[in-house]
C-alpha cells in the first residue's frame, strides 16, 4: 500500500471515530435536554392541573372535564387522578404509535416517558393525587430528527474535511510521487534527473541523493560507451587506410555464414600488393602508405556500388572484398576493372611495376562454409594468381547437392505455413558458475510428414530466397502465444526474429494485435530478440518496440553482436535483457574492449551471453573473460 493511501486510511478512521464521538456526544447532550424538558412540562402541568383541579371542590366530574382538555391540549402519553386511598377516580392515556421512527432506533434509546404528580386539595382538604406523563412519542420523533439532522451535517462536514485533507496530503507528497516515479526508473536502469525544488526536507534531501546516484551511473555508462568507442576505433580501423581491419572482419563475416544471412553466397576478392616492402625501401614509408591510401579509396568505391559488401585490409598488403549475391561472372568483370585502376594508381605514383604489382585472387562462397574453409580458398586463389604472375586467379565453388530443388522447397513451405507444420525445440542458456538456467531458446523446425523433419538451417535460407521468410515468422509468433504456452510455466523464453521481419511495418501492427489479445495469458516471462545490426541502425524503430514492448511486459534481447556501432547510446536506451554474441567475439577482444561493454551492461543491468560454446575448453576460455553465460552445445544435459 501507497504512503498516500496509508496516509489517508489512518486520516479517515481518525476523522471517522472522531465524528462519531462528538456525534454520540452531541445527541447525549440532546437527549438529555428532552428528557429534562419532558420532565418539567410533566411537572409544570402536573403542578398547574392540580391547582385547578382543587377549585372544583372535590367535583369529581367537573375534574375529569378538566383533565381531558388539558390531556387533549398537550402532548402526554397518561394523566391518571387518585384517590387518597390509591382508588382511580379518573384516566386518559394516548395509545398512538411512533410510526415516524425506525423501529431499531426505538430499541437503541429504551427511552421511558418522565411522570410527575401532585396533590389535589380542596381548601385544606386533600381529594386525591395527579399523575402526568409525557408522551414519548413526541420526544422519540424529536431526538431521532436531531440525529439525522447530526448525521447530515456530520457526513457533510466529514466528507469536506477528507476533501480538503486528500488535497494538502497530493500537495505534500507531490515529490514523493516523483521519488518513486525515479526510484522504479532505476529498477529499469534508466537514468531520470528530477527537480529539487521541494518544499518538504526530508523528501529533497531524498531526490538530492536519488539524483547524485543517477548520474554517477550515466556518468559510468558513458564512460564505458566512450572507451569502447575509442577501444572499437583502435581495434577495428586501419590506421593507414582508415578501412575496417582483420579483426573486424573476422566478426563480421559470421553473419554472411548462417542459415538465415542475407544471401546464399556470393564471392570473395583477395587484393594483394607485391613489392612493397622494396617500394618502403626505395619510396619511403610516406609514399607507400599514400599508395595504400589512394587504393583503399579505389577499392572502397567499388564495393559500396554492392548491397551488404564487406570491404577490410587484412594485413599490411591485402585487401579482402566479400560480395554477397554476385554471379561468377560479374565478379570477373569487377576483377578485371581493380585490376586496371590499382595498376593505373601505382603508375601514377612512379612506382616500379615490375617489382610493385597487384594480385587478384577471386573465389566464391556458400552460407555453408565454415570461416576456416572460406579463407583457405581465398587464399588458395590469391597464392595460384602470385603463382603463374598473371595478376588474377578464379576459383569457382564446387557444387554441392542441394536438399530440395526451390519448386520442392516452396511446396514445403507454403505447406508448413497453411497447416502450422513447425514445431517448436527449446535450448538452454546457462550460468557457467552454478549451472542455473539464465533463459530457455526457443528454436523451430517444420515437421513435414511423420517421417520427415527440415531443420531451421536447412530451410530457412530457401524461404529467404522465396520471400516467405515473413510468412514463416508471422506464423511461429502466433503459434507462441496461442498453442506453446500450454503446461509452461514460471520460466523464462526467448526467440530470436530476424532482422527483414522485424523491418516491416506490417510486423509491427501484428505485434500489437497479438499482444493485445494474448499477452497477459502467457504464464512465462517472454524475450524477443532482436539482432544487434537493427538495433544501432534504426533506434527510432527500435524504440518504437520497446514502447510496445514495455505495456505487455516483454523484454527485448540483443542478438549477433559485434561491437560494430560507432554509439553505444542505443544500449542505455533500449536496456535489453541481454547481449548475445559469438564466442569469438569474447575470446579474441582486447581486455579493454570487453572491459567497456562489461561496465555498459553492468550499468544497464544487461547481462552478456557467449553463443556457440560447444566444449568445456572454449566455456573455460570464456570463464577467464569474466563471461559467465553461455549458450551452445556445452549446455546440453550431460555435457
Same mark, same amino acid.
Given at each position: 500500500?501507497?504512503?498516500?493511501k496509508q496516509?489517508?486510511?489512518?486520516?479517515?478512521?481518525?476523522l471517522?471515530?472522531l465524528?462519531l464521538?462528538?456525534l454520540?456526544?452531541?445527541?447525549?447532550?440532546?437527549?438529555?435536554s428532552v428528557?429534562?424538558?419532558?420532565?418539567?412540562?410533566?411537572v409544570?402541568?402536573?403542578?398547574?392541573l392540580?391547582?385547578s383541579?382543587?377549585?372544583?371542590k372535590?367535583d369529581?366530574?367537573m375534574?375529569?372535564?378538566?383533565?381531558?382538555?388539558n390531556?387533549?391540549?398537550?402532548?402526554y402519553?397518561?394523566?391518571?387522578?387518585?384517590?387518597?386511598d390509591?382508588?382511580?377516580l379518573?384516566?386518559r392515556?394516548?395509545?398512538?404509535?411512533?410510526?415516524d421512527?425506525?423501529q431499531?432506533?426505538l430499541?437503541?434509546?429504551?427511552?421511558?416517558?418522565?411522570m410527575?404528580?401532585?396533590?389535589v386539595s380542596?381548601?385544606w382538604?386533600p381529594?386525591g393525587?395527579l399523575n402526568?406523563?409525557s408522551?414519548?412519542?413526541?420526544?422519540n420523533?424529536?431526538?431521532?430528527?436531531?440525529?439525522?439532522?447530526l448525521f447530515?451535517?456530520?457526513t457533510l462536514?466529514?466528507?469536506?474535511?477528507?476533501?480538503?485533507?486528500?488535497a494538502?496530503?497530493?500537495?505534500i507528497?507531490k515529490?514523493?510521487?516523483?521519488?518513486?516515479?525515479q526510484?522504479?526508473?532505476?529498477?529499469r536502469?534508466?537514468?531520470i534527473? /528530477?527537480d *529539487?525544488? @521541494?518544499?518538504?526536507? !526530508? =523528501?529533497?534531501?531524498? %531526490?538530492?541523493?536519488m539524483?547524485?546516484?543517477?548520474?554517477?551511473?550515466?556518468a559510468l555508462?558513458?564512460k564505458?560507451?566512450?572507451?569502447?568507442?575509442k577501444?572499437?576505433?583502435?581495434?577495428?580501423?586501419?590506421?593507414?587506410?582508415k578501412?575496417?581491419?582483420?579483426k573486424?572482419f573476422?566478426?563480421?563475416l559470421?553473419?554472411y555464414?548462417?542459415a538465415?544471412?542475407?544471401s546464399?553466397g556470393?564471392?570473395?576478392?583477395l587484393?594483394?600488393?607485391?613489392?612493397?616492402?622494396?617500394?618502403n625501401?626505395?619510396?619511403?614509408?610516406?609514399d607507400?602508405n599514400?599508395l595504400?591510401?589512394c587504393?583503399?579509396?579505389i577499392?572502397?568505391?567499388y564495393?559500396?556500388?554492392?548491397?551488404?559488401? /564487406?570491404? *577490410?585490409? @587484412?594485413?599490411?598488403? !591485402? =585487401?579482402f572484398?566479400? %560480395?554477397?549475391?554476385?554471379?561468377?561472372?560479374?565478379g570477373?568483370?569487377?576483377v578485371?576493372?581493380i585490376?586496371?585502376?590499382?595498376?593505373?594508381?601505382?603508375?601514377?605514383?612512379?612506382?616500379?611495376?615490375?617489382?610493385?604489382y597487384?594480385s587478384?585472387?577471386?573465389?566464391?562462397?556458400?552460407?555453408?562454409?565454415?570461416i576456416?574453409v572460406?579463407?583457405?580458398?581465398?587464399d588458395?586463389?590469391l597464392?595460384?594468381?602470385?603463382?603463374?604472375q598473371?595478376?588474377?586467379?578464379?576459383?569457382k565453388l564446387?557444387?554441392?547437392d542441394?536438399l530440395?530443388?526451390?519448386k520442392q522447397?516452396?511446396?514445403?513451405?507454403?505447406k508448413?505455413i497453411?497447416?502450422?507444420?513447425?514445431a517448436?525445440?527449446t535450448?538452454?542458456?546457462?550460468?557457467?558458475?552454478n549451472k542455473?538456467v539464465?533463459c530457455?531458446?526457443?528454436?523451430?523446425n517444420?515437421?513435414?510428414?511423420?517421417?520427415?523433419t527440415?531443420?531451421?538451417?536447412?530451410?530457412?535460407l530457401p524461404?529467404?530466397?522465396?520471400r516467405?521468410?515473413n510468412?514463416i515468422y508471422?506464423t511461429?509468433?502466433?503459434?507462441l502465444?496461442?498453442?506453446f504456452?500450454s503446461g509452461?510455466?514460471?520460466t523464462?523464453?526467448?526467440?530470436?526474429?530476424s532482422?527483414?521481419?522485424l523491418?516491416?511495418?506490417?510486423?509491427y501492427?501484428?505485434?500489437?494485435?497479438?499482444?493485445?489479445?494474448?499477452?497477459?495469458?502467457?504464464?512465462?516471462t517472454?524475450?524477443?530478440?532482436?539482432?544487434d545490426?537493427?538495433?544501432?541502425e534504426?533506434?527510432q524503430?527500435?524504440?518504437?518496440?520497446?514502447v510496445?514492448?514495455?505495456?505487455?511486459?516483454?523484454?527485448?534481447g540483443i542478438?549477433?553482436?559485434?561491437g560494430?556501432?560507432?554509439d553505444?547510446?542505443?544500449?542505455q536506451d533500449?536496456r535489453p535483457?541481454?547481449?548475445?554474441?559469438?564466442?569469438?567475439?569474447?575470446?579474441n577482444q582486447?581486455?579493454?574492449?570487453?572491459?567497456?561493454?562489461?561496465?555498459i551492461?553492468?550499468v544497464?543491468?544487461?547481462?552478456?551471453?557467449a553463443t556457440?560454446?560447444?566444449?568445456?575448453?572454449i566455456?573455460?576460455?570464456?570463464?577467464?573473460?569474466?563471461?559467465?553465460?553461455?549458450e551452445g552445445?556445452?549446455t546440453?544435459?550431460?555435457?
Amino acid at each position: 500500500m501507497t504512503l498516500f493511501k496509508q496516509i489517508a486510511v489512518l486520516f479517515s478512521i481518525f476523522l471517522t471515530l472522531l465524528l462519531l464521538i462528538v456525534l454520540a456526544l452531541n445527541f447525549q447532550s440532546a437527549s438529555k435536554s428532552v428528557n429534562e424538558r419532558l420532565f418539567e412540562d410533566a411537572v409544570n402541568t402536573a403542578t398547574s392541573l392540580s391547582l385547578s383541579l382543587g377549585s372544583a371542590k372535590g367535583d369529581i366530574s367537573m375534574m375529569s372535564i378538566m383533565i381531558d382538555a388539558n390531556f387533549d391540549s398537550g402532548h402526554y402519553s397518561k394523566i391518571s387522578l387518585l384517590d387518597m386511598d390509591g382508588a382511580l377516580l379518573h384516566e386518559r392515556k394516548n395509545y398512538q404509535d411512533t410510526l415516524d421512527v425506525p423501529q431499531w432506533f426505538l430499541e437503541a434509546i429504551n427511552r421511558e416517558a418522565p411522570m410527575a404528580s401532585a396533590n389535589v386539595s380542596s381548601g385544606w382538604n386533600p381529594v386525591g393525587i395527579l399523575n402526568v406523563q409525557s408522551d414519548i412519542s413526541y420526544a422519540n420523533i424529536q431526538l431521532y430528527t436531531i440525529l439525522k439532522d447530526l448525521f447530515i451535517s456530520f457526513t457533510l462536514l466529514g466528507t469536506l474535511a477528507l476533501l480538503l485533507v486528500n488535497a494538502l496530503l497530493i500537495m505534500i507528497l507531490k515529490p514523493l510521487k516523483r521519488v518513486q516515479f525515479q526510484a522504479e526508473a532505476v529498477t529499469r536502469n534508466e537514468f531520470i534527473l /528530477v527537480d *529539487t525544488n @521541494i518544499f518538504t526536507k !526530508e =523528501f529533497r534531501d531524498v %531526490v538530492v541523493g536519488m539524483n547524485t546516484m543517477v548520474l554517477k551511473a550515466k556518468a559510468l555508462f558513458e564512460k564505458g560507451n566512450q572507451a569502447l568507442k575509442k577501444q572499437k576505433e583502435l581495434e577495428y580501423t586501419d590506421t593507414i587506410t582508415k578501412l575496417k581491419n582483420h579483426k573486424y572482419f573476422m566478426q563480421k563475416l559470421p553473419e554472411y555464414l548462417k542459415a538465415d544471412a542475407i544471401s546464399k553466397g556470393g564471392i570473395n576478392i583477395l587484393i594483394a600488393l607485391n613489392g612493397l616492402v622494396h617500394a618502403n625501401e626505395e619510396k619511403g614509408k610516406k609514399d607507400v602508405n599514400t599508395l595504400l591510401f589512394c587504393i583503399a579509396n579505389i577499392l572502397n568505391d567499388y564495393a559500396k556500388q554492392y548491397k551488404g559488401s /564487406v570491404l *577490410t585490409k @587484412i594485413s599490411f598488403s !591485402e =585487401f579482402f572484398i566479400l %560480395v554477397p549475391d554476385l554471379k561468377y561472372t560479374d565478379g570477373t568483370v569487377l576483377v578485371d576493372g581493380i585490376e586496371h585502376f590499382v595498376g593505373d594508381i601505382i603508375k601514377e605514383y612512379s612506382f616500379d611495376i615490375s617489382r610493385t604489382y597487384v594480385s587478384i585472387g577471386l573465389s566464391e562462397y556458400s552460407y555453408k562454409d565454415k570461416i576456416g574453409v572460406l579463407l583457405a580458398r581465398a587464399d588458395s586463389a590469391l597464392a595460384h594468381s602470385k603463382y603463374l604472375q598473371n595478376n588474377k586467379y578464379l576459383v569457382k565453388l564446387e557444387n554441392t547437392d542441394e536438399l530440395l530443388s526451390q519448386k520442392q522447397w516452396k511446396r514445403v513451405l507454403m505447406k508448413a505455413i497453411e497447416e502450422n507444420k513447425f514445431a517448436f525445440e527449446t535450448s538452454r542458456v546457462l550460468h557457467i558458475e552454478n549451472k542455473s538456467v539464465f533463459c530457455t531458446t526457443l528454436e523451430f523446425n517444420i515437421r513435414y510428414d511423420d517421417t520427415q523433419t527440415y531443420m531451421y538451417e536447412q530451410f530457412m535460407l530457401p524461404a529467404h530466397q522465396l520471400r516467405l521468410s515473413n510468412s514463416i515468422y508471422s506464423t511461429i509468433l502466433n503459434m507462441l502465444f496461442k498453442t506453446f504456452h500450454s503446461g509452461v510455466k514460471g520460466t523464462l523464453y526467448s526467440l530470436k526474429l530476424s532482422y527483414e521481419y522485424l523491418t516491416l511495418q506490417s510486423t509491427y501492427e501484428e505485434m500489437q494485435n497479438i499482444f493485445s489479445l494474448y499477452a497477459s495469458k502467457l504464464p512465462f516471462t517472454l524475450v524477443l530478440e532482436f539482432p544487434d545490426k537493427l538495433a544501432h541502425e534504426q533506434p527510432q524503430r527500435m524504440q518504437k518496440y520497446k514502447v510496445l514492448f514495455q505495456a505487455y511486459k516483454i523484454d527485448i534481447g540483443i542478438g549477433e553482436f559485434i561491437g560494430e556501432s560507432n554509439d553505444f547510446k542505443y544500449l542505455q536506451d533500449l536496456r535489453p535483457l541481454y547481449i548475445k554474441a559469438d564466442k569469438n567475439y569474447f575470446v579474441n577482444q582486447d581486455k579493454q574492449i570487453l572491459d567497456a561493454l562489461k561496465l555498459i551492461a553492468d550499468v544497464g543491468g544487461i547481462t552478456l551471453i557467449a553463443t556457440k560454446v560447444d566444449n568445456v575448453k572454449i566455456a573455460n576460455s570464456i570463464r577467464e573473460k569474466n563471461i559467465f553465460t553461455v549458450e551452445g552445445e556445452v549446455t546440453k544435459e550431460g555435457n
